[in-house]
């Protein structure tokens, strides 16, 4: 028995110089007992490791996710109109409206109507207040850039009013950015819904492309030249649906309605708003620049489509773009939309690429 004790050996894998007995062997994995002094040495080392380090082990998270945040809205702060338009641009062109954080429902029908015509990834929203800048960006990444600075605009301005006179005056401005640029605009109001695709009317090569904001019905075959003024010595196009292309002629007109808005500043006496001033900048560099006047079938302005369904019963199937004008107020806007069946947002909102808001 000796004898086989002594030649059974079990071999140390860190080394094969010295031979372990059984013996040896179930000694060394003897349990340490809690109450020895190894025992209380290790319990009171893990307790220090724990009472150190734990506390700690959520923080790199929050820290990170923390900074990832505030990097992202640094992000944004800095983004530049040409770093946006560049993003956005498809064959040249960028669709643009300018939003506040009141109108994101308004925004939201807009995008989805826009979304069913195939043209939402040229789509870049002007934030006017940083809380839409970010939340555009934080759901669609890219698709809103902020021109500082930033106008207030917490409410939903009242047309008439001079913030709504402040935040309109930024646009031919901003649209004369992104012609420098050298991109194809077209500029929106988001008080439309496309029902169509309006591309397929830029005919030709003009420089600047409108609608008429006239209730009156013209002929289906209507001259596509620039109306002659009205009553006040001007015409009465519309300001809110536009398309440009980049240049010299469609440049000289956005520069001369900045000019005409600084010759016509709001007051309580006159509360102006910018279309007037754009259309002082049409009748005035009339001879200089190639204008056309989309259809108005195709087109119609408010004071037609909502208030005169005889006219669009005969032109049912050629609307493309339907303007909610005609109509003060954000929720009258919002009635009127879903009394003609086009408020899109209750049923297809995620059709939109900023989804729900």
């Not at 901003?174 to 008080?191: A, C, F, R, S, W």
């Not at 009205?230 to 649906?241: A, F, L, N, P």
């Not at 007051?267 to 056309?292: C, E, H, I, M």
Request: net charge positive.
């Amino acid at each position: 028995m000796s004898s086989f004790l002594h030649q059974r050996t079990i071999h140390n894998p860190f080394s094969n110089a010295y031979p372990i007995s059984p013996l040896s062997s179930s000694t060394s994995q003897r349990p340490i007992s809690i109450f020895s002094p190894t025992g209380l040495i290790i319990l009171l080392s893990l307790m220090v490791i724990l009472g150190v380090f734990v506390p700690w082990s959520g923080m790199p998270q929050s820290m990170f996710s923390n900074s990832k945040k505030a990097s992202s809205l640094s992000r944004w702060r800095d983004y530049s109109l040409a770093e946006a338009a560049s993003f956005v641009a498809k064959n040249g062109t960028v669709i643009v409206c300018a939003v506040s954080q009141p109108y994101w429902p308004v925004l939201n029908n807009w995008l989805i109507s826009i979304t069913r015509q195939k043209h939402q990834e040229k789509v870049l929203v002007i934030a006017e207040d940083y809380a839409t800048l970010y939340k555009i960006n934080e759901k669609w990444p890219g698709h809103a850039v902020l021109v500082p600075p930033a106008p207030d605009s917490q409410t939903a301005h009242k047309f008439g009013s001079q913030g709504f006179f402040n935040f309109t005056s930024r646009r031919p401005r901003h649209l004369l950015q992104i012609l420098e640029l050298g991109y194809n605009v077209m500029y929106n109001d988001v008080d439309m819904v496309w029902l169509g695709d309006p591309f397929r009317y830029l005919e030709g090569n003009h420089d600047v492309y409108f609608t008429d904001d006239m209730a009156a019905v013209k002929p289906s075959n209507h001259s596509h030249d620039l109306p002659p003024p009205g009553k006040k010595g001007r015409t009465y196009i519309c300001s809110c649906m536009v398309f440009l292309r980049p240049t010299d002629g469609a440049k000289l007109v956005m520069r001369k309605w900045i000019e005409e808005l600084q010759v016509q500043p709001w007051s309580k006496a006159k509360k102006a708003n910018d279309q007037p001033a754009f259309n002082w900048a049409l009748n005035k560099t009339a001879g200089l620049v190639d204008l056309y006047l989309l259809p108005q079938t195709a087109f119609p302005t408010g004071g037609l489509y909502f208030k005169n369904q005889t006219w669009v019963q005969q032109t049912k199937g050629m609307h493309v773009i339907i303007h909610n004008n005609y109509i003060t107020g954000f929720e009258k806007k919002i009635k009127r939309f879903r009394d003609y069946g086009l408020w899109l947002v209750d049923d297809h909102s995620l059709e939109s690429p900023l989804g729900r808001l």
